[in-house]
Each structure stands twice: as structure tokens, then as C-alpha cells.
């Protein structure tokens, strides 16, 4: 619908009535246009660059918008900063400057700030409706605009968020694989572990020696630590390496009594590994006692419980159970071991 077939045109005017009533008698003769004046008020381009500037104003049901421009005003303010800061551009209405004075450089000027439209002296009423219908298409345009910066950006925030969701996806992916390679990892070097002690094991006949090497081979990775294999078919400790105590007043026969007595008829009866943070054992002193922390494992062939590896030091660096974890899976080839050789001396002396 073009201008003239509208019906009203409602324009708000910001122009003082005196200096500017011929603009002011133009727009009240025509009869398409509804004038309404809110005249007096301070329009400096300091002041419409402020969003309640346009709050305090009854925009409501307004076309166009009429502001003032002075010569003080360009003189005062950047015509590009106040374009960049311009809150009208977000409103429904156009917005039209009306210059009283003009020079071509301060239309120039004033061309920079993004107007709908500019009216100048002298006051005509062909050029004044041009310039309302102009400024009416420039304002769809910049709604127009407007409405595909927000679905732009209601797309890109659902871009981002999607994107977003993605990336803590990959996180978790990227997460499982680094744990699935530690995991691995720590696999790997149980079975080196376990193949390197493996091969300590092989190729010697002797029980007690074999037993010696692997008690050995246990006590290297290990700080101040004693140990010893206790073999229940023979009743007896077969090997027992007890470096960490030779200076010390407690006997190795006191020690393998207390472990008797503490550690190998509860593992016999339970078949479990066990751990003692804290028990006493008498020194040559009747009167001195010493505290171990002890940590036994049952060394099983198949269903039969065949040894004891057990190792002790001070109460005061007391056993985990991350280096229980770490040794025990090394009993189950020392129990085929221990059998194996059984059997093969068994054979040789028959």
C-alpha cells in the first residue's frame, strides 16, 4: 500500500513548534497525516543514542519518528560513534532527521548516522512525503535486517550449543580411550611381571633353592622388608631371608614362631591373604617387644593350598593392599612350580 492510499500516517514530532513551524504547518495540512508533538525536549544525539531516551517517549502506533539536528550537535559528537550507538535502529519506526540550517557538510554528515531519512530547508511538501515514504521503506528494510540478525543468531546459539554437546561427547570418548590405554597399560606390565618371575622359576630342580630366588626376586622391589615361604606339606619354612633384621634382637626362630602362631593357621584355615598392621614378637630382652606389620598370601596349585609366601618389617611402614594386589597374583605359578619340582623329586627317589 503506498503513502497515499493509507488511511493515517502517524508521525511523532520532536521539533520545537517555533523554529520550525512551516515544517510544522506542512505536515498538519495534510489530511493522511496524524501529527503529534512532544516538542521541548532534549533530542541531542547524545541523548536518542540512550535507550531511555526512546522509553520516555509515547512511541506507541508511531510511523515516524521527526528529530531535530543542530550544527552544536555535529559539532559535539562523532557522526560514526553515534551510528554505532544508535538504539532507535532497533525500533519500529522510522526515523527521519530534519535539518533547519544545512550545509552540505553537515548533510554529509548526518547521512553517516543511518537515518530513514533526512528533510532540510526549505520545507516542501512533495520533498517531505518523498522523504516520508523513503524513510517508511528504509525502516522495513532495517527490520527486515534485523529479523534475520536474530534468526542468525538464534541459529548460531544453536550451532554453539549443539557444537557444545558434541564437544563433551568427544571429551568423554577422548577420556575412555586415554583410560582404556592406562588400562592397558597397567595390564601389560602385570604380565611383564608376572613373565619375568615366571622365568626367574625356570629351570632349576631344587625346591629350597627355587624357593630362595623367588623370595629374592620379591624382596627387590621392596624397602626393609623380610620374607619367607612356609610349605605345608613339609610343616616347615623352606626359605627365609631375613637381611633387614640380622642386627636386630629379635632371632629368626622368634620370628617364624610368631608368624606360626599369628599368620600361618588362620591363612591355612581361611585361604585368603591377610594382613597384620600390627603384631608383637618377643626379643632376647623378655621385658622388649617388636612390632610387625605382616602381610601374608596362600600359594595354591588348583584347589590345594601348597605354601605361604609371607613378608614382614616394622609396624611403623604397615603393608597396602595395592602391593598385596601386586604380589599375589605371582603365587599361583609359584604353587605349579612347587608341585611340579614335588613331583619330579618324587620320581628321581623312586
Not at 136 to 146: A, E, G, L, S, V
Not at 329 to 337: I, N, S, V
Amino acid at each position: 500500500m503506498s503513502l497515499n492510499e493509507q488511511k493515517h500516517l502517524s508521525i511523532l514530532s520532536l521539533l520545537d513548534s517555533v523554529p520550525h513551524h512551516e515544517l510544522c504547518d506542512v505536515l498538519t495540512s495534510e489530511s493522511s497525516i496524524v501529527l503529534r508533538h512532544n516538542g521541548g525536549i532534549d533530542a541531542g544525539l547524545h541523548e536518542i543514542a540512550k535507550k531511555q531516551f526512546w522509553q520516555s517517549l509515547a512511541v506507541q502506533d508511531v510511523d515516524v519518528v521527526f528529530l531535530p539536528i543542530s550544527q552544536d550537535d555535529m559539532v559535539e559528537c562523532s557522526p560514526l560513534l553515534i551510528r554505532q550507538k544508535l538504539v532507535w535502529q532497533y525500533q519500529p519506526f522510522a526515523v527521519v532527521a530534519v535539518i533547519s540550517d544545512p550545509t552540505i557538510d553537515m548533510i554529509t554528515k548526518v547521512s553517516q548516522m543511518g537515518f530513514d531519512g533526512i528533510v532540510t530547508e526549505p520545507f516542501d511538501v512533495n520533498q517531505i512525503m518523498n522523504q516520508i515514504t523513503i524513510a517508511k521503506i528504509n525502516c522495513q528494510k532495517r527490520q527486515r535486517t534485523i529479523t534475520r540478525q536474530k534468526k542468525l543468531k538464534s541459529l548460531c546459539k544453536s550451532q554453539n550449543q549443539k557444537r557444545h554437546h558434541l564437544r563433551q561427547q568427544v571429551d568423554m570418548l577422548c577420556n575412555d580411550f586415554v583410560g582404556s590405554n592406562k588400562k592397558l597399560a597397567q595390564t601389560l606390565n602385570e604380565l611383564k611381571y608376572l613373565c619375568e618371575f615366571q622365568s626367574e622359576l625356570m629351570g632349576e630342580n631344587d625346591l629350597y633353592i627355587m624357593l630362595h630366588r623367588a623370595m629374592q626376586w620379591l624382596l627387590n622391589d621392596m624397602t626393609n622388608t623380610c620374607g619367607a615361604v612356609y610349605h605345608f606339606d613339609n610343616e616347615q619354612f623352606e626359605a627365609h631371608i631375613s637381611n633387614a633384621w640380622s642386627d636386630s634382637s629379635v632371632d629368626v626362630d622368634s620370628i617364624e614362631s610368631f608368624l606360626k602362631f599369628m599368620v600361618v593357621d588362620e591363612v591355612k584355615k581361611t585361604r585368603k591373604p591377610l594382613l597384620v598392621k600390627q603384631g608383637r614378637v618377643k626379643t632376647s630382652d623378655e621385658n622388649v617387644t617388636q612390632d610387625l606389620a605382616v602381610m601374608a598370601i596362600p600359594i595354591m596349585n588348583k584347589s590345594k593350598i601348597v605354601g605361604l609366601l609371607l613378608f614382614y618389617r616394622d609396624s611403623q611402614v604397615p603393608f597396602t593392599k595395592e602391593a598385596l594386589d601386586q604380589v599375589r597374583p605371582l603365587a599361583t605359578p609359584l604353587g605349579r612350580q612347587m608341585t611340579a619340582i614335588q613331583k619330579l623329586q618324587a620320581f628321581i627317589n623312586s
